[in-house]
């Protein structure tokens, strides 16, 4: 089974802070995407990847950048983070058929 | 734009009874259909995936159908428990081509199972 593993379970940052959030997958997968997922909204797409070095905007990425210098990681870069960032960040990638998700990232900037 | 409907939003039964979520999509051009259970404060975890050409998916004691023109998915659930207990999300990913790595997502079912 694919596993996608994200760096951290909680993290707490403060406002203005530059904030990595990392993720790795193990089954060369070619493509990963960054979430959010907040309260009655639902999950929302920030960016994607389709390869080493490429990425695409997803519906949400104001505020945020992504980097993905190896095929097996996809980090999501919280240049300077702020309140309304907080929410929780799920990774997740995927090949021909399904995705598969990461545990999450509860982000709480303060 | 796909749009993705869930309802109910929530659901509460007593244990031991099968049960029927359901999933509706505005656009029937569809490359797959998958089915993720989501407990609380965790990620999500890949339940059935059904694509286009299917019409339905079994695991264990979990039966997703696909109706593709009417635009309708239903997760079956035989004889519930405690553990069942859950956010059910479906997610639609479109056909090949600009976008098609993006799920659309609906809001999700939050089930509870009572003992």
């Known amino acids: 089974d694919v596993k996608v593993t994200q760096s951290s379970r909680y993290l707490v940052k403060r406002t203005g802070e530059k904030v990595f959030l990392e993720c790795v997958q193990d089954m060369d997968h070619e493509n990963m995407f960054w979430y959010r997922q907040d309260p009655g909204l639902g999950l929302r797409l920030i960016y994607f990847?389709?390869?080493?070095?490429?990425?695409e905007k997803g519906d949400i990425p104001e505020g945020y950048s992504v980097s993905r210098e190896k095929k097996e990681r996809f980090s999501l870069i919280l240049e300077s983070a702020s309140t309304n960032q907080t929410s929780m960040y799920l990774c997740a990638s995927s090949f021909k058929g399904g995705y598969t998700f990461g545990s999450g990232t509860r982000l709480t900037v303060v | 734009k796909q749009e993705v409907t869930q309802i109910p939003a929530a659901l509460s039964v007593p244990e031991g009874e099968n049960l029927v979520l359901n999933c509706s999509f505005t656009?029937?051009?569809?490359?797959?259909l998958q089915w993720f259970r989501q407990d609380p404060g965790k990620g999500l975890t890949s339940l059935l995936l059904i694509q286009s050409s299917q019409r339905e998916q079994t695991s264990g004691r979990l039966n997703a159908s696909l109706d593709k023109s009417s635009g309708r998915s239903t997760l079956y659930i035989a004889a519930s428990q405690p553990g069942d207990s859950a956010t059910y999300l479906c997610a639609v990913r479109p056909p090949s081509g600009a976008g098609s790595y993006q799920l659309t997502f609906g809001k999700g079912t939050k089930l509870s199972v009572i003992p």
């Open positions: 656009d029937s051009a569809i490359y797959n």
């Open positions: 990847s389709y390869d080493v070095k490429m990425k």
